[in-house]
């Protein structure tokens, strides 16, 4: 009996043990919305289209991507990405360009962090992903639908003196008009805490297109109204996901198109590499030390939205996206 006992288990150890699997490690991933979080209309529901797909995508529970919501107030953003970062989250992401001094101070206070924010270009950090759209060349596409659609040859442009790029933007925006017809006129305007005034002052210099490039409030939709009842012909081209304002169902009276920017593709792409255990770190300014990922015509990232506008200005638009990804045309910078 012994004798059959010690083979038995002589036969038993030459059997080869299955490995034990482990369960992958999940990637652990952090988004703090801007004010007002999902439901916003705007840039936060563009983000949170891109975390619900690419959480289905890549498999991730709830558990996996943690969702915060900033009451608006840097102190408030630094301690929620804190609040994340010492949870042992893997990537950071801010919803907008309001995160940016946040994400400066915690980028250097946690340099083996990783962090992203969404439509910036401005954070010169190593562990930070910017990720930005161009929006030259979406305001060069607005030119040219603007000038296409104008009855009156005058359009106006309404900018923000706060958005470092809005001299920029309107640069780009005169020269799209005048690749499309080289008698029309531009007008331009900046407004601050409301828009009615310089928006009726560009009617009154004869605007009927405006391209807005404003998006603090919806005195836009206000004044646009006025200037309808006036009986003014009022013709708008937006940016979303920027501006609420042009969700509201009013805003269609007036809407004929929008520059799209992809925000949900953004955090897609920050998803997919977070997963891979990559970060993105393609030159967005090289001269400022500014990494990430610039979306443009050729990546699919911005893109102008035609809705209501002429087939005429349609098919320009179509051919002036070709040329400036044949880069036949030069899009200012």
């Known amino acids: 009996m012994a004798k059959k006992l010690f083979l038995f288990l002589a036969l038993i150890a030459l059997i080869p043990l299955a490995p034990v699997s482990a369960e992958p490690t999940k990637v652990k991933i952090g988004i703090v919305y801007d004010v007002g979080g999902r439901g916003d209309k705007a840039i936060n ?13 890549f498999n991730l529970s709830n558990f996996d991507v943690r969702e915060l919501v900033t009451t608006g107030i840097d102190f408030d953003r630094e301690n929620r ?3 994340l970062v010492k949870a042992q989250y893997d990537l950071v992401i801010g919803v907008g360009p309001s995160f940016n001094q946040a994400m400066i101070y915690m980028s250097e206070k946690y340099p083996e962090s990783q962090f992203a924010v969404i439509a910036s270009s401005g954070v010169e950090s190593l562990n930070v992903s910017c990720m930005a759209f161009d929006l030259n060349q979406g305001s060069f596409l607005a030119g040219v639908s603007a000038a296409l659609n104008s009855k009156s040859k005058k359009v106006g442009y309404l900018g923000d003196p706060a958005n470092p790029s809005n001299s920029t933007n309107l640069e780009n925006f005169r020269a799209g008009v005048k690749y499309a017809d080289t008698k029309s006129k531009v007008f331009a305007a900046d407004a601050t805490t409301s828009s009615e005034a310089e928006i009726a002052k ?9 391209f807005i490039n404003w998006s603090r409030n919806g005195s836009v939709l206000t004044a646009a109204t006025k200037l309808a009842k006036a009986k003014k012909s009022v013709k708008l081209i937006g940016i979303r996901p920027d501006q609420f304002f042009i969700a509201n169902k009013d805003a269609q009276k007036f809407l004929i198109g929008y520059v799209n920017q992809r925000f949900d593709k953004a955090i897609t792409d920050l998803f997919s590499a977070a997963v891979s255990g990559r970060s993105i770190t393609e030159e967005v300014d090289v001269v400022n030390g500014v990494f990430g990922r610039n979306y443009t015509l050729s990546s699919s990232g911005i893109d102008l939205i035609s809705t209501t506008a002429n087939a005429a200005s349609k098919s320009a638009v179509s051919r002036a996206k070709a040329a400036i990804i044949a880069k036949k045309i030069v899009i200012i910078k």
């Not at 563009?46 to 995508?57: P, R």
């Not at 560009?202 to 297109?209: F, K, N, T, Y």
């Open 202 to 210: 560009l009617s009154g210099q004869g605007a009927d297109v405006f």
């Open 81 to 83: 990405i804190e609040f």
């Open 45 to 57: 529901d563009a983000a949170a289209a891109g975390v619900d797909s690419a959480k289905k995508k």
